[in-house]
């Protein structure tokens, strides 16, 4: 039961150039949705989120787009630092208020120097 | 900066044994969580616990599972018996909310290697 996609596994990007994540979900009760980062041994970080009721949300170099219609968000990182390599989640959570992540699988974001 | 933390960092246990991963969550948060991730797949939603009480929990969290705060700090995860496929990372959240801008803040993890 795949409610969250992120259909990327990997991308690898230049240093100073954007970094594009996408993530697709098929739950149209979810009301919230957030990225994750994640360095290898440690746990998720939060790095910025967006209600379902905006299109979206920005903090500093990252900005986070929501296209309901299509069911769609996006993450840019603009400029791309070496430092913002790992993997990305999105996760989204739905109205029941119990506070339950749905993660994807994952996007690994490389950034070269 | 306030954080998550975990202990063990890593558990290594034989099939069949208990185990018990503690987490202290953050101290002005009321929202408690575990979630854990299998190597190569994606994080998955174990329990979420409130009041002393479980809101919501997985198919995952069957009854080899328990969670518990016991103190006014801790929060804790128990598998009864493990199996070998309970081998993955187990990441302790929480936040200061349930629904809305419900920021999850992790933990770095537990280990848990079953042998």
């Known amino acids: 039961d795949q409610q969250v996609k992120q259909n990327s596994p990997s991308l690898s990007v230049q240093e100073g150039r954007i970094s594009i994540l996408n993530c697709d979900y098929t739950?149209?009760?979810?009301?919230?949705f957030l990225w994750y980062k994640k360095y290898p041994a440690e746990g998720p970080t939060f790095l910025i989120s967006?209600?379902?009721?905006?299109d979206k949300n920005e903090d500093g170099r990252f900005t986070v787009f929501l296209n309901k219609s299509a069911k769609h968000l996006s993450l840019h990182i603009v400029p791309s630092q070496p430092g913002d390599s790992a993997v990305y989640f999105c996760?989204?959570?739905?109205?029941?208020?119990?506070?339950?992540?749905?993660f994807g699988q994952g996007t690994t974001l490389q950034v070269k120097p | 900066e306030p954080e998550v933390t975990q202990t063990p960092s890593h558990q290594v246990t034989q099939m069949g044994q208990e185990v018990i991963l503690r987490c202290v969550p953050i101290?002005?948060?009321?929202?408690f969580y575990w979630y854990r991730q299998i190597l190569g797949q994606k994080v998955e939603f174990l329990v979420s616990?409130?009041?002393?009480?479980?809101?919501?929990k997985s198919e995952i969290f069957d009854d080899q599972f328990s969670v518990e705060r016991p103190d006014g700090s801790n929060f804790t995860l128990k598998i009864r018996s493990t199996k070998l496929e309970d081998s993955a990372m187990y990441f302790c959240?929480?936040?200061?909310?349930?629904?809305?801008?419900?920021?999850?803040?992790f933990g770095p993890g537990t280990r848990l290697t079953v042998t």
């Open positions: 739950n149209s009760m979810f009301d919230y």
């Open positions: 959240a929480s936040s200061e909310r349930r629904g809305g801008p419900n920021e999850q803040y």
């Open positions: 616990f409130y009041n002393n009480e479980i809101s919501e």
């Open positions: 996760a989204a959570s739905d109205q029941s208020n119990t506070g339950k992540l749905i």
């Open positions: 967006i209600s379902s009721i905006k």
């Open positions: 101290s002005n948060h009321l929202y």
